[in-house]
Antibody, heavy 120, light 108 residues
Framework: QLELQESGPGLVKPSETLSLTCTVSGGSVRTTSYYWGWIRQPPGKGLEWIGNIYYTGGTYYNPSLESRVTISVDTSKNQFSLKLTSLTASDTAVYYC????????????WGQGALVTVAS | EIVLAQSPATLSVSPGGRATLSCRVS????????LAWYQQKPGQAPRLLIYGASTRASGIPARFSGSGSGREFTLTISSLQSEDFAVYYCQQYNNWPLTFGGGTKVEI
């Protein structure tokens, strides 16, 4: 059974950089059928797609965040990562990693989510 | 970007009843059948229910059904069970960026 697990700091200061890693178990990130993505959800609000990466390193980013986002993949560790720079309080959210089915571009496996609070 | 409008924001249904949720593309753009539905319970990650507007994901009960194409889509839950009370989101994948609707809360 595929499992995804987010890890990283739960509290980050304004203007600093958020760094999260998603570890994939029960399957490989090195697959032609899937992308690997990040989605976030501010407390009490809806879902926002951040971006995706393919195992070869190709990326798609949400234009609203593109200037601040980097997603990378490490196939040797079966992980992919998110960096979001220049944080403000509005970046406070639960950050989910998920598997994106390439043929239907929907998220079929999700991590449990990691709450990241931006505060001084 | 494509904006998805979900209605109603909150839907009150009795156990055993039927729920009909709507997802509409706000602009004059067709997204064909490129729509998915998710269920999210408090404190949990979303779960994929439907993709391709009407195809149930693996393990999803038959009481969940999706329909529609173009700009208007519907998720129907027949005979609501206690575990179905949750927030439901639609997501389009016809155009980048991927976008989600604002959600419909199904409550007792």
């Amino acid at each position: 059974q595929l499992e995804l697990q987010e890890s990283g700091p739960g509290l980050v200061k304004p203007s600093e950089t958020l760094s999260l890693t998603c570890t994939v178990s029960g399957g490989s990130v090195r697959t032609t059928s899937y992308y690997w993505g990040w989605i976030r959800q501010p407390p009490g609000k809806g879902l926002e797609w951040i971006g995706n990466i393919y195992y070869t390193g190709g990326t798609y980013y949400n234009p609203s965040l593109e200037s601040r986002v980097t997603i990378s993949v490490d196939t040797s560790k079966n992980q992919f990562s998110l960096k979001l720079t220049s944080l403000t309080a509005s970046d406070t959210a639960v950050y989910y990693c998920a598997r994106l089915v390439s043929t239907v571009t929907s998220f079929d496996y999700w991590g449990q989510g990691a709450l990241v609070t931006v505060a001084s | 970007e494509i904006v998805l409008a979900q209605s109603p924001a909150t839907l009150s249904v009795s156990p055993g009843g039927r729920a009909t949720l709507s997802c509409r593309v706000s602009q004059s753009i067709s997204i064909s059948y490129n729509l998915a539905w998710y269920q999210q319970k408090p404190g949990q990650a979303p779960r994929l229910l439907i993709y391709g507007a009407s195809t149930r994901a693996s393990g999803i009960p038959a009481r969940f059904s999706g329909s529609g194409s173009g700009r208007e889509f519907t998720l129907t839950i027949s005979s609501l069970q206690s575990e179905d009370f949750a927030v439901y989101y639609c997501q389009q994948y016809n155009n980048w960026p991927l976008t989600f609707g604002g959600g419909t809360k199904v409550e007792i």
